[in-house]
């Protein structure tokens, strides 16, 4: 990201303000940023007696106030960090009297994760004139593949398209997860590698053929043999395939198939923008489209719904997750 880039360039350079506050639902960057400043705002020797960290749930806004307020020892600055500061949600707004006048000497990070700070409120505008306001947003799924792409090539590293998908489709859009598997994908590959779907197999464990990227396409390509295969291998090894996750991203693709049929304009270019996939998926709605009339995927779409029940144990309580996917398959294709 742009603006983060921004930060630790500003950082760098010498340009340090008094307040970062880090705030969103993305993890990720806030870690990062944080960590950054952790590392190179003060020297090594400096951090023992000018560095410290608070966390939300054992601290009120008083208590970082008056850390916050302290002089630094033998240093031109302190840092003080503030981890879990969505704990302090309730009395968040109490921090905008610092934030008005900040003690010049003080590096105040606000680790406030998985919540936004509310923009009509004094603190948002306060911290935005007189600090570093970061909102870290969650990536939609199409926008995942293309940051695996920009973050290996800056390590000297790139991946296939087809690895970058499974990736994505096994771990969701947590960039913190994706980047703790990268690292050991780059731990076990030398540099200037390409990541492939083999590659992802033997170091952490996804199937390369019997995945539910792999199961989704069979499906929407009516592939019965394969479809009954993929469900197979999930019912052999139910924890790397959670039945409540398969079903998630299958009820995910149908109703954006659902979406698909009612769209005037079918161009690839439309269809990936209008569902917000990459346009290497498109393809596989419009294969699915011919084989799932609107009638039939809303069909399919309340299985679904009733199979998310089920699995929950809502009506099928002596039914296992095995069986439940077969008789998915069943009522599907």
Same mark, same amino acid.
């Given at each position: 990201?742009?603006?983060? $880039? ?45 560095? !410290? ?20 020892? !033998? ?45 009509? $409120? ?8 007189? &600090? ?23 390590? &000297? ?47 952490? =464990? ?8 792999? #199961? ?77 009339? !609107? ?17 929950? =144990? ?13 008789? #998915? ?5």
């Amino acid at each position: 990201m742009d603006e983060v $880039k921004q930060i630790v360039t500003d950082i760098k350079n010498g340009s340090i303000k008094p307040l970062y506050f880090l705030y969103g639902e993305e993890s990720y960057y806030i870690d990062k940023i944080t960590e950054f400043i952790e590392k190179n705002v003060l020297s090594e020797e400096e951090r023992g007696f000018n560095q !410290m960290v608070l966390y939300g749930k054992d601290v009120t806004i008083d208590d970082i106030v008056s850390n916050a307020k302290r002089y630094p020892m !033998m240093a031109e600055r302190q840092v003080v960090v503030v981890k879990e500061a969505q704990h302090l949600s309730r009395t968040i707004e109490q921090l905008t009297a610092y934030a008005e006048n900040p003690q010049p000497t003080t590096v105040l990070v606000i680790c406030y994760k998985y919540k936004k700070l509310d923009k009509r $409120k004094k603190l948002h505008k306060v911290v935005k004139k007189m &600090g570093v306001l970061f909102e870290s947003k969650k990536l939609y799924e199409n926008q995942v593949g293309d940051w695996l792409r920009r973050v290996l090539k800056s390590s &000297g590293y790139s991946i296939s398209h087809k690895a970058a998908i499974l990736l994505v489709e096994f771990l969701g859009t947590d960039l913190s997860k994706i980047s703790n598997e990268l690292e050991k994908l780059k731990l076990a590959l030398p540099k200037e590698s390409e990541i492939t779907p083999v590659d992802i197999e033997e170091h952490i =464990g996804i199937s390369k053929d019997y995945n539910n990227f792999e #199961l989704k396409k069979a499906i929407g390509e009516r592939n019965v043999v394969k479809a009954t295969k993929i469900i197979n291998y999930f019912s052999e090894n139910p924890k790397d395939n959670p039945f409540i996750l398969t079903v998630t991203l299958l009820n995910s693709f149908f109703t954006q198939l659902l979406q698909y049929h009612g769209l005037n304009d079918h161009s690839p270019k439309n269809v990936a923008s209008a569902l917000r996939i990459s346009p290497y998926f498109v393809s596989e709605f419009q294969t699915a489209a011919k084989n799932y009339p !609107m009638k039939k995927v809303s069909k399919i779409v309340s299985y679904l719904r009733e199979m998310d029940l089920k699995g929950k =144990g809502v009506g099928a309580s002596n039914i296992s997750h095995q069986d439940l996917l077969k008789e #998915l398959i069943a009522k599907v294709i």
